[in-house]
C-alpha cells in the first residue's frame, strides 16, 4: 500500500509537469506568436519573438520526456488490477512520442529558418519565408496526428481508474470521455467540412483537460489509494478462509 502510495505521488507530479509545459507550449506560445489566417504576421512574431518560441520548444520536448515516464509510472500502479489494459494504456501513451518529436524538429526548423545569419546569405527572404511555413504547416500536421494517440491513450487509462478506484471514479469518466473528445476531433476535422468552426470541435477535449488536470493533483497530493479490483486471490487463500 505505502509503495503504491509512493508511486502514484510520483506518477502525479510527472503528470503535473506533463500538464504544464504543455499549457506553455502548445497555448500560450500559440497565443502570442500564431495570428489566425494571416501567415505573415505569424511569421514576423516568431523573428520577433524567437526567445518565447525557442522556450515553448524547450518545453515541448521536456514535456516529452515526462510523457515516456508517466505511463509507466501508471503501469506500475494499475498492473496488478488488470495487466492487459494497463499495457495498452503504456503502448498508446508511448506511440504518440515520435510522432510528437517529428513535429517538434519542424518547429524548430521553423524558428531556424527565419533567424539564422547563414541561410539568410543564401536564401531570398521570401524563400526562407515560404519554407519556414511549410515547417509550421508540418508541425501542425503532425501534431494533429498524434493528439489521436493522446485520446487513445486515456480510454485505457480512465478504465482503469473506473475499474480500481486508485483515485475517484468521476476522474476516470472525464478521462474516458476526453478521450473520445480527441477521436471525435481527428475523425471530425478528417471527414467533416467545417467541423474545426463548431462548438463541438471546440469542447470536445474539455473533460481530458479537467480530468487530466485532476488526476495529477489528485495523485501528487494523495498517491493511489489501494485496488478494489485486483486479481482474485489464489484458491488455497480462498480454502483456507472457508475452514471454521
Do not use: C
Amino acid at each position: 500500500m505505502a509503495m503504491q502510495q509512493r508511486t502514484g505521488r510520483l506518477a502525479g507530479a510527472v503528470y503535473l509537469v506533463v500538464i504544464a509545459t504543455g499549457i506553455f507550449s502548445l497555448a500560450y506560445v500559440p497565443s502570442r506568436i500564431s495570428v489566425g489566417d494571416d501567415p505573415a504576421a505569424t511569421l514576423a512574431n516568431v523573428t520577433a519573438q524567437a526567445g518565447l518560441f525557442r522556450a515553448g520548444i524547450a518545453a515541448f520536448a521536456l514535456e516529452q520526456i515526462a510523457f515516456l515516464l508517466l505511463p509507466l509510472l501508471l503501469y506500475r500502479v494499475f498492473a496488478a488490477a488488470h495487466r492487459p489494459a494497463a499495457t495498452l494504456m503504456v503502448a498508446l501513451a508511448v506511440t504518440g512520442v515520435p510522432i510528437a518529436l517529428a513535429a517538434l524538429a519542424h518547429r524548430l526548423d521553423a524558428v531556424n529558418l527565419l533567424t539564422d545569419p547563414a541561410l539568410a546569405r543564401v536564401l531570398a527572404a521570401g524563400q526562407l519565408q515560404m519554407l519556414a511555413m511549410a515547417a509550421l504547416k508540418s508541425w501542425s500536421s503532425h501534431i494533429f496526428l498524434a493528439s489521436m494517440f493522446w485520446g487513445l491513450w486515456l480510454l485505457p487509462f480512465g478504465w482503469l481508474v473506473w475499474r480500481t478506484r486508485a483515485i475517484p471514479r468521476a476522474l476516470g469518466v472525464l478521462l474516458m470521455l476526453g478521450g473520445v473528445g480527441y477521436l471525435l476531433n481527428v475523425f471530425g476535422e478528417l471527414l467533416i467540412p467545417g467541423y474545426a468552426a463548431t462548438v463541438l470541435s471546440d469542447y470536445a477535449t474539455l473533460p481530458a483537460s479537467l480530468g487530466e488536470i485532476g488526476s495529477g493533483l489528485w495523485l501528487a497530493l494523495f498517491g493511489a489509494r489501494a485496488s478494489m479490483a485486483g486479481p482474485p486471490p489464489p484458491a488455497s487463500a480462498l480454502s483456507r478462509r472457508e475452514r471454521p
